[in-house]
């Protein structure tokens, strides 16, 4: 499976994280922090689906430009998978006629800007040969990881979350190889904080991998900027046989 953790800094795409967006064989979309800031509209077009994992700002906020640029009356809509609780939000604060038009409503008939489909937890939706389950993640809005298999390989997108026990036991029955995006995003000076907002630091980073089925591939994201080099330096001392720890714009074989 090919993804792509998209950039999210112009000026330093490779070098900074600010925002979430990854792209599966260039069709399909986790989040949409950067995804409508990244490439020409025709190659935005070519994604159907985004798979929203909650509203935070960092991971939708590319998402009104993106359906603007991926609108062709002549093809299918774009689907917007998302909890029921996030796709609320979405209609309540965006698409609400005064930070964006209510794309929902003002869709001409039959051909809608977006079809909003509101997943069930643990209910897979086969889209583009792949197999995407939801699963329910500990943070501070509703959330939703994903997990992605195309038979062959499976790839666990662990969204923002603080420690959480289900999305790894479902892991366990998935084809191998299995890969992990998991967040980082204070360091452990900061747990306090990592508490209260329902993130990980590289202690528990540690604890949440040693619940993972074994060699399982470790992808570290969302370390926030300000703390990056020291949350970097901290996960290195895990020592852990298998963990890439993401800067910004890259594709991964996974
Ligand atoms: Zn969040
Ligand atoms: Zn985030």
């Known amino acids: ?5 998209i950039g999210s800094s112009p000026d330093a795409p490779r070098d900074r994280h600010y925002a979430s967006s990854y792209l599966i064989n260039d069709r399909v979309a986790i989040d949409a922090g950067t995804l409508g800031f990244s490439g020409t509209p025709e190659e935005q077009a070519e994604v159907r689906h985004v798979f929203l994992t909650h509203s935070h700002m960092d ?4 998402l009104p430009v993106f359906l603007e640029n991926a609108y062709d009356p002549e093809v299918p809509a774009v689907t917007v998978h998302a909890l ?9 604060h965006i698409f609400n006629g005064e930070i964006w038009p209510d794309f929902i409503h003002l869709s001409p ?3 809608p800007f977006f ?18 389950v939801p699963v329910a993640m500990n943070h501070i809005v509703p959330t939703a990881g994903y997990l992605v298999t195309d038979g062959r390989s499976t790839v666990a997108f662990g ?3 603080g420690p959480t026990e289900r999305m790894w036991a479902l892991m366990m029955d998935m084809p191998a190889p299995r890969s992990v995006f998991l967040e980082c995003t204070f360091p452990d000076e900061l747990t306090g904080l990592a508490g209260i907002s329902a993130h990980l630091t590289p202690e528990s980073f540690g604890v949440e991998v040693a619940k993972m089925p074994p060699e399982t591939s470790i992808l570290a994201v969302h370390l926030k900027h300000r703390f990056r080099d020291r949350v970097a330096e901290e996960l290195r001392a895990l020592g ?6 993401t800067g910004g714009e890259a594709t991964y074989e996974l």
């Open 115 to 132: 079809l909003p489909n509101r997943v069930r937890l643990e209910e897979p939706i086969e889209v583009e040969g792949l197999r995407v």
């Open 59 to 62: 991971h939708i906020s590319s």
């Open 1 to 5: 499976m090919k993804v792509r953790l």
């Open 84 to 92: 029921p609780e996030t796709m609320e939000t979405l209609q309540r």
């Open 109 to 111: 008939p039959g051909r």
């Open 159 to 161: 969204a923002d979350s």
């Open 240 to 245: 852990l046989p298998d963990l890439r720890i």
